[in-house]
């Protein structure tokens, strides 16, 4: 029987190259449990939360907002709870001179 207390949440970040999903793992590694692997054409990045902190998700979604906008990439596709999520690029603004 599984104490549904233990069980760890886990997130995938879809990327569009093995570089980029290690580097999103060495930002993440300090905070999470995470690991960068290849998947066919696709590069992912697995977090794992843990189920007693609450606002990781937010936390850590925030934080994979931040470094693809760091970055110059476009948005990325992102799985838990079995279903596709797209994680969209903060919008950028734009310096204007008056």
Do not use: K, N
């Not at 093995?18 to 999470?32: C, E, S």
């Not at 902190?53 to 838990?80: C, K, N, P």
């Amino acid at each position: 029987m599984t104490d549904e207390h233990s069980l760890t949440e886990t997130i995938s970040f879809e990327l569009p190259t093995l570089a980029a999903a290690q580097d999103l793992a060495v930002q993440l590694g300090p905070r999470w449990r995470c690991h960068a692997f290849e998947e066919g054409l696709m590069a992912i990045v697995g977090v794992l939360l843990p189920p007693s902190s609450d606002d990781d998700l937010a936390v850590v979604l925030r934080e994979v907002e931040a470094w693809l906008d760091q970055r110059s990439l476009g948005d990325i596709g992102f799985w838990l709870d079995g279903r596709l999520y797209l994680l969209r690029v903060p919008s950028r603004q734009l310096a204007v001179r008056y």
